[in-house]
């Protein structure tokens, strides 16, 4: 019975450890291409303004 108990528990740690996982990684690449359109927008910007 507590062995089922422990395998269990590292069941549960290994898929909370892959779900924490994946939501920085997802979130790096969000804030990544937000970024990315930022800086494209104030590009455009830019040359709109300097014509």
């Avoid at 019975?1 to 269990?8: D, G, L, R, V, Y």
């Avoid at 740690?13 to 970024?35: D, P, Q, R, S, Y």
């Amino acid at each position: 019975m507590n062995n089922n108990k422990s395998a269990f528990g590292l069941i549960i740690g290994v898929v909370t450890f892959a779900a924490a996982v994946a939501a920085a990684v997802t979130a790096f690449f969000l804030i990544n291409e937000k970024k990315k359109r930022d800086e494209e927008e104030l590009e455009r910007y830019l040359d709109c303004s300097i014509q």
